[in-house]
């Protein structure tokens, strides 16, 4: 047996592995999940509800090639409790926004849901949570930071978590910036 067929099977063995892992890369995107990409815990002057009031709005993106049913789906601001409020029976089709108002009213209407929780200004856990599974699926954890009148926080480019001082339910988010600079007294 000569050196060159002896390492063979091992060039072969690599060569499936490389091969495997591209293929899994590719498929990635595809398994991507439904996550929280931006909320807004203090809107005074943006987005109104049906009822005309400014509530707080949480926005989940899907990042994957296939709709996604969230049936059964839950938010929480309460790690301890993954499922305090679920989703109406609804689908999230690929590349595309859902905006749920954080006001307190608990409506589970597909065209304009409501969770029976409102955001904390001072920050808080944020998590979105599949069905039957323990971990969340998108989170915001241990606690998001303190908010500001009329600016958004979510997913920027490169998904680093930042700041938008012009909020997006419902679309891309734009440029962002990282925090705010403290009082100079």
């Known amino acids: 047996m000569n050196w060159a067929s002896s390492r063979l099977?091992?060039?072969?063995?690599?060569?499936?592995?490389?091969?495997?892992?591209g293929?899994?890369?590719?498929?990635?995107p595809a398994l991507a999940e439904p996550r929280i990409n931006e909320?807004?815990?203090?809107?005074?002057r943006g987005l109104a509800d049906g009822d005309g009031e400014t509530s707080d709005w949480i926005e989940i993106y899907n990042t994957?090639?296939?709709?996604?049913?969230?049936?059964?789906?839950?938010?929480?601001?309460d790690p301890g409790v993954p499922d305090k409020w679920l989703f109406p029976d609804i689908a999230?089709?690929?590349?595309?926004?859902?905006?749920?108002?954080?006001?307190?009213?608990?409506?589970?209407?597909?065209?304009?849901?409501?969770?029976?929780f409102r955001l904390?200004?001072?920050?808080?856990?944020?998590?979105?949570?599949?069905?039957?599974?323990?971990?969340?699926?998108?989170?915001i954890s241990p606690v998001y930071p303190g908010q500001h009148r009329d600016v958004s926080f979510g997913h920027g480019a490169g998904g680093k978590l930042e700041y938008f001082?012009?909020?997006?339910?419902?679309?891309?988010?734009?440029?962002?910036?990282?925090?705010?600079?403290?009082?100079?007294?």
Not at 64 to 76: I, K, M, R
């Open 9 to 21: 099977p091992a060039k072969r063995t690599v060569s499936a592995l490389v091969l495997g892992l």
């Open 23 to 28: 293929l899994w890369a590719l498929a990635k």
């Open 39 to 44: 909320f807004l815990a203090v809107n005074n």
């Open 64 to 77: 994957g090639a296939a709709a996604v049913p969230l049936d059964g789906w839950s938010l929480t601001a």
């Open 92 to 116: 999230l089709d690929p590349r595309k926004y859902l905006v749920v108002f954080a006001s307190g009213k608990d409506r589970a209407d597909a065209s304009e849901p409501h969770t029976n």
């Open 120 to 139: 904390n200004n001072g920050g808080e856990y944020l998590g979105l949570f599949r069905p039957g599974e323990a971990g969340a699926v998108s989170e």
């Open 165 to 185: 001082d012009k909020p997006t339910p419902g679309r891309a988010n734009g440029s962002g910036f990282a925090g705010f600079v403290a009082d100079t007294k």
